[in-house]
């Protein structure tokens, strides 16, 4: 079946730093989500990428969704203590409908 | 304010008894959808609805029973829980399954003893 997997799984940040974490999937895909956790929190939808190739920016996150539709990053800029949590991307199959969330990255940042 | 409830927040319980956790959403929303989250292994799909009177299987149902009489409410059931049901609990809605982001409850912290 479809699967979604992000890297790292854990990603220690000194604040003030830019990292970047990634989503692959084995599959082609139609759209693809992205969700911030909150430690306690509940998932909170970011944003969603549909086209081949698509960049989009919120603030200090940039979003990115391959040109094969495969895969799609996140890059923040200069980490701040309040990007602390969970990210997690989630995949539509190509042809498809069902959503299909990755493991997660864990941002932890240092100040 | 457009949301998800869920109720309880926490709940500890006895192996076997039958127990619900209450999902409702305000946003008339078609679709609606229940998760686990355990560490190491994300958010599963437990059951999902397209709409009323339309329920489905996610990944994990083994255990679980659902109900989609109403638009709003999606109630969860656990008919007899294990202690392998100890687990957070979300539930979801989206105005479509795939193309819309969704909006999750505040979750549900469940311990079964």
């Known amino acids: 079946g479809q699967q979604v997997m992000q890297i790292p799984q854990y990603q220690h940040v000194q604040e003030g730093e830019d990292f970047t974490t990634y989503c692959n999937s084995s599959t082609t895909l139609s759209n693809i989500q992205w969700y911030k956790q909150r430690p306690g929190g509940h998932p909170v939808f970011l944003i969603q990428l549909v086209k081949s190739g698509e960049v989009k920016k919120q603030k200090r996150l940039t979003f990115q969704f391959g040109e094969a539709k495969k895969n799609s990053s996140l890059h923040i800029t200069a980490t701040q203590t309040t990007d602390v949590g969970t990210y997690f991307c989630a995949g539509v199959k190509a042809a498809g409908n069902k959503l299909t969330f990755g493991g997660g990255t864990r941002v932890l940042v240092k100040p | 304010e457009a949301q998800v409830t869920q109720n309880p927040r926490y709940l500890i319980t006895v192996t076997g008894k039958k127990l619900t956790v209450t999902c409702s959403q305000n946003?008339?929303?078609?679709?609606m959808s229940w998760y686990r989250q355990d560490p190491g292994l994300g958010l599963r799909q437990i059951y999902y609805?397209?709409?009323?009177?339309?329920?489905d299987k996610g990944d994990v149902p083994e255990g679980y029973k659902v109900s989609r009489k109403e638009k709003r409410n999606f109630p969860l059931i656990l008919e007899s829980p294990s202690p392998n049901q100890t687990s957070l609990y979300f539930c979801a809605s989206s105005l479509r399954r795939d193309s819309f982001g969704y909006t999750f409850g505040s979750g549900t912290r469940l311990t079964v003893v």
């Open positions: 946003m008339n929303h078609e679709y």
């Open positions: 609805s397209m709409n009323v009177e339309v329920t």
